[in-house]
């Protein structure tokens, strides 16, 4: 009933943080506090990860995990936040956020998490504490990150000073537990405990501070836990050492020596005295006075500024009365402690009159081809000063081609110092400067301009050695082809530009009748119009001379290209076109899908993509059988010949090339589409150009068969007849031994000569004999095949006779052999 009565209590105490409906229900389950069973501990360290066990709280209970899962086992804390969760699959307590024990506990130890598990059918609660440990994850740390003391150097030793102490929101030994001090030269370090454990420490001063010597000291003090590892905080401690007026002011030298000269001004600085005090602020201060003076007059001369030390002319000076003055000067700061030095003065004279220069004699322009030392001016300069102060150094600027030369007393000759270009400068200021060997020196300057008049030592220079221009053909004459430009660097005349066409020859041609250039412009004009079929490029050479005298030129190579135009159509070469014949490509029916029929060959004589030739069938008997190939002109099957494709075939193909505007030309192919000769024939009578040769087309075809029949017939014959003749001549030879008979000779080649050559076949007919061997061999070629018909309705088809045989004696037919 105790632990009863102490729920009941921290159940009110948390009324005003918790909802209404929690408070109803834990009051509906006070009656089940009753059988609570004793409390259950555990122990875990700070800043566990998440999901960290605890402890197997059903095992601990001694329940069972369905107890918990039928029990519908969850935790009830007081605080809003939940650290520990339960798994009631495996019974176990684990960690759900990160817990931080100086957070949740501050300073207090032992720190617990206290909370219930509250189960159903049957209600019970279970009690559980959970102590959280500390860890050493926290640093001594101090308020602030410097500490200032000021400390007189007066102050004795054994003075104490309070030092800030350090925090460690740890507990026990990972908490504060030591200090050091370093350097330790002038301070040691006291550490004490005030009545509730808390560690203080005090700063003690060990040997006296002296601020001329060292006027901060920095200290490092560091505080330590017990942790284990170890961990440490800094705070910075600057001492400053406060100044005692214990040092008196003294002077930087015990004598200045000062030379003036007798014109000085009034209120020139005349010296600066400087006395040092080592002490700080106003023990430091020094006031400056002047005590006393050797002349009467030197009191009024000078003033002292008290605070700089700055002595000052506060009269004229007067050489010849006066050439020193010595004064002495006092330093006393604010605690009365005083030093003095002594200013010796030494007037000196001065140079106060200026040269002067006059020019006797000066020439206004000169020709930049001037040779060196031609004399310019004649000077005169003097100086009314005497000894060093009356002696005169004469000068020019040293950048320019000119010098002073000294010809005599007080007269100078100002002479050119070197080659002159007016193209770089075509005049100059000369700045002549007369300066004196006084001290300070005067000078005087003069400038005079003079002028660089021009001679003609510059040719005209092209912008390029080489031109490239283009012109398109076709050209009207007279257009602009180019423009070429020179310069010259003179002037007048001298750089007036005259352009002129040098006579090349072109072409075996003078480059005048192709080019012209305009004298004045350099404008490159086109005489007559270009032809790029003819001339594609040439060079010629352009003078540019400008007007001196003599006159100076330079050259230039134009390069003149000539740009196509599509200014010509394709050419056919194949096939050939004639009015009289007709060429027909023979196809066989059993031609596959690409059999090549032709090919149509054309030209352009354009260039680029002027002559880039595309192949297009225009018409076609069959489109459906033929195509052209776009960019080589072959004419191929595009399907499987067939019977029912008729025998001739007309084809119109286009050939055109890629200029703008394009240009064509159209050719005719005639195709037959037979396997035999005879086939062929019995269609020819169609594939004339003109109408007119029609009836006579049969009788030529017929002749021309009946010619290769006839040839064919006598070849037959002769070959046979040879044959047997040379078979009786070995039959003889074997049975007489004899001589070698007369051989007949027969023509090697028998041809078709027709004026046409139609239908050209050759037989050659070989023999051979060896004096070794009574044999001979006879050998004939069989005539090509043709797939090329040629047709001529008009020419005459002969047949030439074979030439008659001829006997030879032995000796004619051993040289006949010989040759063969």
């Not at 000076?317 to 000067?329: A, H, I, W």
């Not at 505007?661 to 050719?667: G, H, L, M």
């Not at 192919?669 to 150009?689: G, K």
């Not at 040879?722 to 009786?728: A, E, L, M, P």
Request: glycine fraction near 6%.
């Amino acid at each position: 009933m105790g632990g009863l009565c102490s729920l009941d209590a921290r159940i009110r105490d948390s009324t005003a943080r918790v909802s209404t409906w929690l408070t109803m229900l834990l009051l509906g389950f006070a009656f089940v506090m009753a059988v609570a069973h004793g409390q259950v501990r555990y122990s875990i360290p700070e800043e566990m990860n998440k999901g960290s066990v605890v402890g197997n709280i059903a095992q601990d209970l001694g329940l069972d995990v369905k107890r918990l899962k039928s029990g519908r086992a969850r935790i009830f804390t007081e605080d809003s936040r939940e650290y520990i969760g339960l798994n009631v699959d495996k019974g176990s307590l684990i960690v759900r956020e990160r817990i931080d024990r100086e957070e949740l506990c501050a300073q207090v130890s032992p720190c617990s998490l206290h909370f219930q598990i509250i189960l159903d059918n049957p209600m019970a609660l279970h009690a559980l504490d959970v102590e959280i440990l500390d860890i050493n994850d926290h640093a001594p740390a101090f308020d602030r990150k410097e500490i200032t003391i000021e400390i007189t150097e007066s102050a004795a030793t054994g003075s104490v000073f309070s030092l800030d102490g350090a925090h460690d929101p740890d507990v026990g030994l990972n908490t504060l537990q030591k200090y050091t001090l370093n350097p330790t030269d002038h301070f040691i370090l006291k550490e004490l405990s005030r009545s509730d454990g808390i560690k203080y420490v005090e700063m003690v001063l060990k040997t006296p501070l002296d601020r001329e010597e060292q006027e901060e000291h920095h200290l490092i003090l560091t505080a330590f836990d017990g942790g284990t590892p170890q961990k440490s905080g800094t705070v910075k401690i600057t001492v400053t050492v406060l100044d005692v007026n214990d040092n008196s002011p003294v002077f930087s030298q015990p004598i200045y020596r000062v030379s003036l000269s007798e014109n000085i001004p009034k209120d020139s600085l005349v010296v600066t005295v400087s006395a040092t005090d080592k002490d700080k602020g106003s023990n430091g201060d020094v006031i400056y006075t002047l005590s006393q003076s050797s002349g009467k007059e030197a009191g009024g001369l000078f003033i002292i500024n008290s605070v700089t030390g700055e002595i000052k002319v506060n009269g004229s000076f007067d050489f010849e009365k006066s050439k020193q003055y010595e004064l002495n000067v006092k330093a006393m700061d604010k605690g009365g402690q005083t030093d003095t030095c002594k200013i010796l003065i030494e007037i000196f004279d001065v140079n106060d009159n200026f040269p002067v220069i006059s020019v006797i004699s000066f020439s206004n322009a000169i020709p930049e081809d001037s040779a060196p030392e031609t004399v310019i001016a004649i000077l005169n300069i003097k100086d009314l000063d005497s000894g060093k102060n009356g002696q005169i150094k004469c000068s020019v600027n040293s950048d320019l081609p000119f010098r002073i030369k000294a010809t005599s007393s007080n007269f100078y000759s100002l002479i050119t110092g070197r080659i002159l270009d007016r193209e770089m400068f075509s005049e100059y200021n000369i700045t002549i400067t007369a300066t004196d060997e006084g001290s300070p020196p005067l000078s005087t300057n003069q400038t005079r301009r003079l002028k660089i008049s021009d001679v003609n030592d510059n040719a005209p220079v092209f912008q390029r050695h080489s031109y490239t221009a283009y012109v398109m053909e076709n050209n009207s004459p007279g257009v602009s082809v180019f423009a070429v430009t020179a310069t010259d660097r003179d002037s007048g005349n001298n750089a007036r530009i005259s352009y002129f066409l040098e006579d090349l020859s072109v072409n075996g041609v003078s480059a005048s009748s192709y080019i012209s250039v305009n004298a004045e412009s350099g404008e490159i004009l086109a005489v007559r119009a270009f032809d790029f079929e003819q001339t594609k490029e040439f060079n010629i050479r352009v003078k540019a001379q400008d007007g001196g005298n003599p006159p100076l030129s330079s050259n230039a190579s134009v390069k003149i290209i000539i740009q196509d135009q599509n200014d010509n159509a394709p050419q056919i070469l194949y096939p050939v076109q004639t009015g009289g014949s007709v060429v027909a490509e023979m196809v066989p029916r059993s031609a596959d899908v690409g059999y090549l029929v032709t090919k149509v060959v054309a030209v352009d004589v354009d260039s680029g993509q002027n002559a880039w030739l595309s192949y297009k069938l225009h018409k076609a008997t069959d489109r459906a059988l033929f195509e052209v190939g776009l960019q080589n002109g072959e004419i191929r099957t595009v399907r499987q010949v067939t019977d029912k494709d008729a025998v001739k075939q007309k084809l119109t193909v286009v050939v055109e090339d890629n200029g703008q505007p394009s240009r064509s030309a159209t050719v005719n192919v005639n195709v037959a589409v037979a396997d035999t000769f005879p086939e062929v024939l019995s269609e020819f009578t169609d594939f004339t150009h003109d109408k007119e040769y029609n009836d006579n087309l049969t009788f030529y075809l017929v002749l021309a068969l009946a010619v290769v029949s006839f040839l064919f017939i006598v070849s037959i014959i002769t070959i046979l007849s040879v044959k047997c003749y040379r078979w009786r001549r070995e039959r003889m030879f074997y049975k007489s031994g004899a001589n070698l008979p007369v051989i007949p000779y027969y023509p090697p080649l028998y041809a078709d000569v027709g004026g046409t050559g139609t239908l050209q076949h050759m037989y050659n007919y070989e023999g051979y004999r060896t004096t070794d061997s009574r044999k001979s061999d006879v050998k004939y070629a069989r005539p090509p095949a043709e797939s090329i018909i040629s047709l001529d309705s008009s020419g005459t088809q002969t047949l030439a006779h074979a030439q008659g045989m001829k006997s030879y004696d032995d000796s004619d037919q051993v040289r006949i052999l010989k040759s063969l």
